[in-house]
């Protein structure tokens, strides 16, 4: 199970995604399975722990944790969705204008317009995301998503929701002026579900190094929630780390042992409210 846990979830996932979006059913998709996939990595966390003493079940912060999934990741999504839908209906039309037509090729099957959203818009977040982590002012809205000591499946949700709307303007915003239609652009937010959660969590698995330079293995991610600084500012791309390796912050984590998560100077404060406000400059 250490072996086929994880593959078997990633391909259990993409086929649920599959499904729902030959079914016309993506939107309901990116809000279902999430939450079985949640549900499912409590289970197996407990089964099959890496770190026992740093479980979810032990963790003084889970409920803080459940409510960043639902407030933070709940608002931040709305926003992102909201940013890309008017970027859409204010701009698009001028920008192809400007282009002497569509920039995209909507005449792909839908399969290959997803695809290509996914490889250009984790390129964009890859970029988005190494920005959060330099620039000080805009650190602390990303800096909720890596408090705490431990990594487990929550910590995957735990989003403050103004990160998730930066993902909106630099991310999904652009690719829908070029023309990508709204089922292509959930592409996106599907290939992160397929590969986040697990790659968050406390899990004890066997994974073969060579998928580590090309996919999110949690092996490259854990690299990334590292609490030494020097691992941290590596391995920043959420789907394919194709992205890091052209950017030169790809860290291969083969052959060394998960280092310890969290953050040795944590900007953020105590209590749920305060998290929530501190990083717009509210005291």
């Known amino acids: 199970?250490?072996?086929?846990?994880?593959?078997?979830?990633?391909?259990?996932?993409?086929?649920?995604?599959?499904?729902?979006?030959?079914?016309?059913?993506?939107?309901?998709?990116?809000l279902l399975v999430p939450a079985v996939q949640v549900l499912l990595l409590v289970a197996f966390e407990a089964w099959l722990p890496a770190d026992r003493k740093r479980s979810l079940r032990s963790d003084p912060a889970w409920r803080n944790d459940v409510a960043h999934n639902v407030i933070g990741s709940g608002l931040g999504s709305a926003l992102s969705d909201a940013i890309a839908v008017a970027a859409t209906a204010l701009l698009a039309g001028r920008v192809a204008a400007l282009a002497g037509g569509s920039l995209w090729p909507g005449h792909w099957p839908l399969a290959a317009q997803a695809g290509l959203v996914i490889f250009l818009a984790d390129g964009l977040e890859t970029v988005r995301h190494r920005v959060f982590h330099l620039v000080p002012w805009l650190w602390p809205i990303h800096a909720v998503h890596h408090a705490g000591d431990r990594l487990h499946v929550l910590k995957s949700g735990r989003m403050h929701a103004l990160d998730l709307a930066a993902r909106g303007l630099?991310?999904?915003?652009?690719?829908?002026?070029?023309?990508?239609?709204?089922?292509?652009?959930?592409?996106?937010?599907?290939?992160?579900?397929?590969?986040g959660p697990i790659a968050h969590a406390n899990l004890d698995l066997s994974i073969g190094p060579w998928l580590h330079r090309w996919l999110l293995t949690p092996p490259v991610h854990h690299v990334h929630h590292a609490r030494e600084l020097e691992l941290a500012l590596h391995n920043y791309a959420p789907v394919l780390p194709?992205?890091?390796?052209?950017?030169?912050?790809?860290?291969?984590?083969?052959?060394?042992?998960q280092p310890p998560a969290g953050l040795a100077d944590d900007p953020n404060p105590l209590g749920l409210w305060a998290q929530l406000v501190s990083p717009v400059g509210w005291s």
């Not at 089922?183 to 290939?191: D, G, K, Q």
């Open 1 to 30: 199970m250490r072996r086929w846990l994880w593959p078997s979830f990633v391909l259990a996932s993409a086929l649920a995604y599959g499904l729902a979006f030959w079914r016309g059913a993506a939107q309901e998709s990116v």
């Open 170 to 195: 630099c991310v999904f915003a652009p690719l829908a002026l070029l023309g990508a239609p709204p089922e292509a652009l959930l592409a996106y937010p599907a290939a992160n579900s397929v590969f």
């Open 242 to 257: 194709l992205w890091d390796r052209l950017l030169g912050t790809f860290l291969d984590p083969s052959g060394a042992p």
